[in-house]
């Protein structure tokens, strides 16, 4: 699968890897709910080094469709929330 990181570029990543991003998932909207900044922040630095981690970069000049997109790790608790509010970042 295609995943976007905002502003960094695109990385492919195994669906083998996806039980351990859909569980950072589940923590990163806990901890918005909670209003926890601190697990919010953390959570979502593991996130995308999960991804980083797991996925091979694509060509910066590839234009392939992303089936996720994820933020950047300087978004804000109100910019991820609104991405959450179907369903989680990660399908599943």
Do not use: Y
């Amino acid at each position: 699968m295609i995943v976007r990181i905002m502003g960094e570029g695109q990385l492919e990543v195994a669906e083998s890897h996806l039980d351990r991003l859909n569980a950072l998932d589940v923590r990163l909207s806990e901890a918005l709910e909670r209003g926890d900044e601190e697990a919010f922040r953390s959570v979502l630095r593991s996130l995308l080094a999960a991804v980083r981690e797991s996925g091979s970069p694509l060509p910066a000049e590839a234009l392939e469709p992303s089936e996720l997109i994820l933020p950047n790790e300087d978004a804000t608790a109100e910019e991820v929330g609104r991405l959450l509010r179907d369903g989680g970042l990660i399908p599943g």
